[in-house]
């Protein structure tokens, strides 16, 4: 008895024979047998080159209907939609009828064709969407791309939260916790696994919700995942932190400097990266006399003024500056 699986096999393997067969029969001219065919310059047909026989007629032109000379003509001329997204809930599939009340010709619609136009948008919105899962997942994509935007992470991020929140609806582990919550902690760990942090604080300012929610859902999200998350090496805030308070080369440098010394020694184990991000800053900034205020590193860090003096004692004592 042949088990279902080899006779399948054995299947797909006769219709890969008649499929070659017929290949072979077609690389050959039936009147002289010649094997030198050629398309003809359009596409359309195939012809024999030692006989004249016309083999094909009609093919399909799989190439575009314009010419173009350079890369701007073939850019300008190109009729191709716009990539698929996972930032959208469709993934950009979905069409959308135009706001603009005029048919083609530029002319505008009549009173009644915008009435049948507005029924049909309201429609169409609704159709986009079948079920409560798309609604949810609509909404939480939203919602990602308007914290995202605030944050002025690069698309990358975007799509990143995007995926890791569509997997968490996959999983169901939105039962149970707020759209908000979940969609901010997906944003929160693309942002980590991109290599672009943003502190908590920072997240849930541009947050519906507070920050002991997001740190819980994303601990949460990040074990059902099993998403692999590496400690936040401070040295990734540097650049923005010393940008925002206009700090040159020197002291970016110097704070690296100050960040890889002590955290050699052990100083960095259970600290937060923010805190000793800024006050590395803060050390550097008195060392290469761009004096900072505490206060200042404190707005632009987003930690307190304790938490920078506790962290530039222990920073300057490891390094030996006095």
């Known amino acids: 008895m042949v088990r279902p699986s080899r006779q399948r096999e054995r299947e797909q393997d006769r219709a890969t024979e008649e499929e070659t067969g017929d290949d072979e029969e077609m690389q050959s001219c039936p009147e002289c047998e010649s094997a030198n065919l050629v398309s003809s310059a359009d596409g359309g047909e195939i012809v024999c080159e030692d006989c004249g026989l016309v083999i094909e007629e009609e093919n399909i032109d799989r190439g575009p209907e314009w010419r173009a000379f350079n890369h701007s003509e073939r850019q300008s001329k190109s009729r191709v939609g716009a990539p698929t997204t996972q930032t959208m809930h469709d993934k950009g599939l979905t069409t959308q009828i135009d706001w603009k009340d005029k ?23 609704r159709i986009r969407t079948k079920d ?13 791309d308007r914290m995202a935007s605030a944050l002025g992470v690069p698309r990358s991020v975007r799509e990143v939260a995007s995926v890791i929140y569509r997997r968490a609806l996959n999983e169901d582990l939105i039962r149970g916790r707020s759209i908000e919550g979940v969609a901010t902690s ?5 942002c980590r696994q991109e290599g672009i942090p943003r502190s908590l604080e920072e997240v849930s300012d541009v947050s519906r919700v507070d920050q002991k929610e ?3 859902t994303y601990r949460y999200v990040a074990q059902e995942l099993s998403l692999k998350m590496e400690p936040v090496d401070p040295k990734q805030y540097v650049p923005r932190f010393a940008s925002d308070l206009n700090l040159s080369e020197e002291v970016q440098s110097k704070a690296n400097e100050i960040i890889d010394e002590t955290a050699e020694k052990g100083l960095l184990s259970g600290k937060s990266p923010t805190g000793y991000a800024a006050a590395a800053i803060y ?29 530039y004692q222990e920073q ?3 390094i030996g500056v006095r």
């Open 283 to 311: 050390a550097a900034s008195l060392l290469c006399n761009e004096k900072k205020t505490q206060r200042e590193v404190a707005d632009v860090a987003q930690v307190t003024e304790v938490t920078i003096r506790n962290r």
């Open 132 to 144: 409560a899962g798309e609604r949810n997942l609509q909404f939480a994509l939203s919602e990602i």
């Open 214 to 216: 997001i740190g819980r």
């Open 186 to 190: 997906c944003l929160y760990a693309a």
């Open 316 to 318: 300057i004592e490891a």
């Open 103 to 125: 048919d083609a010709y530029g002319q505008s619609l009549s009173s009644e064709k915008r009435s049948q136009m507005h029924r049909l948008r309201k429609w169409q919105e």
